[in-house]
Antibody, heavy 114, light 107 residues
Framework: EVQLVESGGGLVQPGRSMKLSCAAS????????MAWVRQAPTKGLEWVAT????????YYRDSVKGRFTISRDNAKSTLYLQMNSLRSEDTATYYC???????WGQGVMVTVSS | NTVMTQSPTSMFTSVGDRVTMSCKAS??????VGWYQQKTGQSPKRLIY???NRDTGVPDRFTGSGSGTDFTLTISNMQAEDPAIYYC?????????FGSGTKLEIK
């Protein structure tokens, strides 16, 4: 059974950093590109970033480019999202998903507020 | 960027109804479209991939169709468990973009 379990969320002040993790199991992690998708409270879904199966290629939405970094550790079957210079508009539930977006984690809430 | 425009924004239906919702892309995305169902308090669930392929375990009352710029999700026989927000997604080009959703409710 495919499982994606996010962790690392919480309350953070504007301008600070936070790192999200996603532990994957039930499939060969190193064969799949992975992605982060977020959803602000009461809003729709918004793609954030994608990383290729081997980490050699990454893609970001413009609003997070230069502030967020997606990475992976295939030995640990874990996906990461390093978020720097956080803004109030980054407040959202962040979902980990396979690149083809067939399986999703349960999501982790990130609140950026002073 | 490719804009995905969904309509209607919301709709009320009755059990047994046939429901149709639309997703229009601002440029040609081929068949690189998926449909997602999100129930309250839950993660999104993919129903349809490559515009018209049903995911494993998805009831056959859900049907996706379309290509290019016009896509449709049809529920042939609305059930009590189907109220949710439905989103389309284009993965033809970056940035990947979702529609704003169609909220489906029971009368």
């Amino acid at each position: 059974e495919v499982q994606l379990v996010e962790s690392g969320g919480g309350l953070v002040q504007p301008g600070r950093s936070m790192k999200l993790s996603c532990a994957a199991s039930g499939f060969t992690f190193s064969n799949y590109g992975m992605a982060w998708v977020r959803q602000a409270p009461t809003k729709g879904l918004e793609w954030v970033a994608t990383i290729s199966y081997d980490g050699s290629s990454t893609y970001y939405r413009d609003s997070v480019k230069g502030r967020f970094t997606i990475s992976r550790d295939n030995a640990k079957s874990t996906l990461y999202l390093q978020m720097n210079s956080l803004r109030s508009e980054d407040t959202a539930t962040y979902y980990c998903t396979r690149r083809i977006m067939d399986y999703w984690g349960q999501g982790v809430m990130v609140t950026v507020s002073s | 960027n490719t804009v995905m425009t969904q309509s209607p924004t919301s709709m009320f239906t009755s059990v047994g109804d046939r429901v149709t919702m639309s997703c229009k892309a601002s440029q040609n995305v081929g068949i690189n479209v998926g449909w997602y169902q999100q129930k309250t308090g839950q993660s999104p669930k993919r129903l349809i991939y490559w515009a018209s392929n049903r995911d494993t375990g998805v009831p056959d009352r859900f049907t996706g169709s379309g290509s290019g710029t016009d896509f449709t999700l049809t529920i042939s026989n609305m059930q009590a468990e189907d109220p949710a927000i439905y989103y389309c997604l284009q993965h033809n080009s970056y940035p990947l973009t979702f529609g704003s959703g169609t909220k489906l409710e029971i009368k």
